[in-house]
């Protein structure tokens, strides 16, 4: 038999910190480690003053070492960290691993919180009514908390004191303990690390170190060395957690057959597109065999679909690849239409083309009622287009629930001209509204029976697709497992209205997921954009409401920014001098977002003059990081991007919200502001480590405080 060897994610980061020949040699080092840890050529070495007796240290060269768990009993080796010798040394002291009795998985506990959990024992100073009182100390540890830490979680009396067990605890245990003191249900919360406080568990050994690595838990720490390819993928690019190392919720919805649709929410940066990819992985392997049918991944936006087309380039095998189709929704209906004979050209919002085609439509508006050329533009947006008004007929019947103003049959008659003129019009110019072209092709597909090669769909972005969008989608592929897995978070809607997926013929009772762990923003960031959502209710993207409870970021860093400066110059003066402040490779990882296009050819001309290198990010190019310079974009084009630093700028009176709006509706008001809300939401979600988001003049009423 085989050791049994494992790779921490820890280890990976140790790494990545040391000076490039000592990456070499740890990498080496890992190889041979890999291929055969008992090999003479490792001397392992007893930490004298180490708590834990199982670690030991190997050596890496003469000043570097690595940290490597190797029990007594079993043939297991785990490689853990790298460092130079004293602060290897200092690492190992500082540490202890141990196999959680209740829940089996494998945690590595830093000594100083297991003493001060016991100095609080001994002293008998744990509350007797803490926060977490109704839960009892097996059901805890059940979920995820060391049983010698337990008197730190008994002394939590507030809420608010939870985030001190951040660093404490293993994160599985923080994240439950926190989604509890936020209001989630402790069935929601057991249900995302499938734990069951019924039934007794299965008997732990807490000393077998191989079991333990086997625990599909233990795997958002550790990596099996034997599994090839997701080594080569950490080998490729360390920083890149997200290709093996998935929390146990992501794992869940990923490895498994899904009896129907599947729906998962989650705030920015929670992994959901992470998650998507890897499913469609698994998905296409499942499938391989099956030449003829094919994985369809599909996106609203053209650019986000490039992007993971590129990803799944780094963990899927070439045949694997080859399953799975990457395309953003209207070029897969474009592509489709094209091939039955039937070309699509597309319309979007202020083409200007549809524009003259609205003109010579509203020529037709009756002088009573007076009515505003944006009720005609509502009107056919939010009643006669997800309808399917086609006639006067139609319309006489449709719902206008919602709509400020009511219209009776004789004004419904009187207004009728403009849409049907509107539609005459389109149709004359070959022109189609996505809405349109979604629903022509459904019905083409319903109509020739034709069948599609799909037996899994995945949508990423769904909050901005609409109902003829989820309708054809659902078409698309037949109802079987794992036909649909849909991801999207309507607190990031910029485009599209609210849908019912349950209207669409898509049912996903039962199978609806939340991620709230974001891996991508501190937690600083994090509620600063939260902040400006505030009081507003979102969507689940079905019937209910998604509320903001139990997000949180794991990490930590500075509090945005939040500035108003006297005019323009003195604004762009502050960035300018920022980024000065960065290097250059820093620089290509900061990013300047705005919310109009006219702000973002004035920081085009601030960057030129100051002769500082920049990039502009647009419609039609990708973040490619081979260009110098920091990054110029529209606060629409940052979603599903990601930078070091954010700019956030020109965030003012009168630009957000964009005053385009002279509706007097208070629906349509409301809807834009909140959508205006999502977006600047999306900006500030874009920051990993640091977000300034300022303005000049007056403020924008979203940041004002
Ligand atoms: N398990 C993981 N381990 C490490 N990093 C992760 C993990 N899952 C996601 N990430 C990282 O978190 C960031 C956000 O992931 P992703 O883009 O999938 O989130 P999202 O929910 O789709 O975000 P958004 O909705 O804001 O576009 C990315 O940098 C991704 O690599």
């Known amino acids: 038999m085989h050791p049994k060897v494992a790779i921490s994610s820890d280890f990976f980061s140790s790494v990545l910190k040391l000076p490039k020949a000592q990456q070499e040699k740890a990498v080496k080092f890992m190889e041979l480690f890999r291929q055969d840890p008992t090999s003479p050529g490792i001397n392992y070495e007893s930490i004298q003053a180490a708590r ?23 043939d297991v080796y785990i490689l853990l960290w790298a460092d130079k010798h004293d602060d290897a040394y200092e690492w190992a002291c500082n540490k202890v691993l141990k196999i959680n009795p209740e829940n089996g998985v494998l945690q590595v506990l830093e000594s100083q919180y297991i003493d001060e959990a016991e100095q609080l024992r001994q002293a008998d100073r744990q509350a007797q009514a803490g926060l977490f009182v109704d839960i009892r100390d097996r059901h805890l540890i059940r979920l995820g908390v060391p049983e010698e830490l337990l008197p730190l979680v008994r002394q939590i009396q507030m809420p608010a004191d939870v985030d001190a067990l951040k660093i404490k605890l293993p994160d599985e245990a923080y994240e439950a303990l926190a989604m509890i003191a936020d209001g989630v249900s402790l069935e929601e919360v057991l249900s995302v690390y499938d734990v069951s406080l019924q039934h007794e568990p299965a008997q732990i050994d807490t000393n077998d170190f191989a079991s333990a690595l086997d625990n599909p838990d233990s795997k958002r720490l550790f990596l099996l060395a034997s599994d090839d390819e997701a080594l080569q993928a950490m080998l490729d690019a360390p920083l890149e957690k997200w290709r093996v190392f998935l929390h146990p919720l992501q794992r869940k919805l990923v490895f498994r057959d899904w009896n129907g649709p599947v729906r998962v929410l989650g705030g920015a940066g929670t992994g959901k597109t992470v998650v998507a990819m890897h499913r469609a992985k698994w998905l296409a392997e499942q499938t391989l065999q099956d030449r003829d049918t094919r994985i369809l991944f599909t996106t609203f936006t053209k650019n986000l679909a490039v992007d993971i087309e590129q990803n799944l380039k780094h963990i899927c095998a070439p045949e694997v690849l080859r399953k799975i189709e990457v395309i953003n929704l209207d070029a897969w209906v474009k592509r489709f239409m094209d091939k039955q004979g039937y070309p699509i050209k597309f319309t979007f919002f202020n083409d200007q083309k549809k524009r003259q085609i609205w003109d010579n439509a509203l020529v037709l508006k009756p002088d009573e009622p007076d009515l505003s050329e944006s009720f005609f533009h509502e009107e056919w947006e939010k009643v006669i287009q997800p309808q399917n008004v086609n006639s006067l007929e139609d319309y006489f019947k449709a719902r206008r629930v919602g709509r400020g103003i009511q219209l009776n049959r ?20 070959g022109l189609k509204e996505a809405e349109d072209a979604y629903r022509d092709t459904l019905s083409l597909i319903q109509t020739k029976s034709i069948k599609l090669p799909y037996t899994s769909i995945l949508v990423d972005e769904a909050q901005d697709f609409g109902q003829n969008a ?108 920022s980024l000065h402040a960065l290097s250059p490779d820093d620089q290509a990882k900061a990013c300047i977002s705005v919310r109009r296009h006219v702000d973002i050819d004035r920081y085009k001309s601030v960057l030129t003059d100051a002769g500082f290198p920049f990039y502009q990010v647009d419609q039609n190019t990708l973040d490619d990081y081979h260009h110098p310079g920091v990054r110029l974009a529209t606060m629409h084009r940052v979603k599903g991007l990601e930078f070091d630093t954010m700019y956030v700028a020109g965030v003012n009176d009168g630009v957000l919200p964009l005053t385009i709006l002279n509706s007097d509706d208070p629906t349509i008001i409301r809807e834009h502001e909140q959508r205006e809300r999502s977006l600047l939401y999306v900006a500030i979600t874009r920051a990993k480590r640091f977000c300034s988001i300022s303005g000049f003049g007056t403020l924008s009423i979203f940041i004002r405080s």
């Open 470 to 577: 989820f309708k054809l989608i659902r078409q698309m592929v037949n109802e079987r497992q794992n036909d649909l897995f849909i991801v999207g978070d309507a607190h990031q809607r910029i485009y599209g209205s609210k849908v019912v997926l349950g209207q669409c013929g898509i049912k996903i009772i039962g199978r609806s997921y939340k991620l709230r762990i974001n891996y991508r923003t501190t937690e600083q960031i994090r509620l600063a954009a939260v902040a400006i959502l505030e009081g507003i209710a979102f969507d689940d993207l079905d019937n209910g409401i998604d509320k903001q409870i139990g997000y949180r970021s794991l990490m930590s860093g500075e509090l945005p920014l939040v500035q108003c400066f006297g005019n323009s110059q003195e604004e762009a003066q502050f960035i300018l001098e």
């Open 410 to 429: 004789a004004l419904r008659k009187a207004v009728w001209p403009v849409f049907e003129n509107y539609r005459l019009g389109l149709n004359d110019a």
């Open 52 to 74: 834990d007796k199982n670690l030991r240290s190997v050596r890496i060269d003469q000043a570097y070492r690595a940290i490597v768990l190797a029990p007594e009993r079993g």
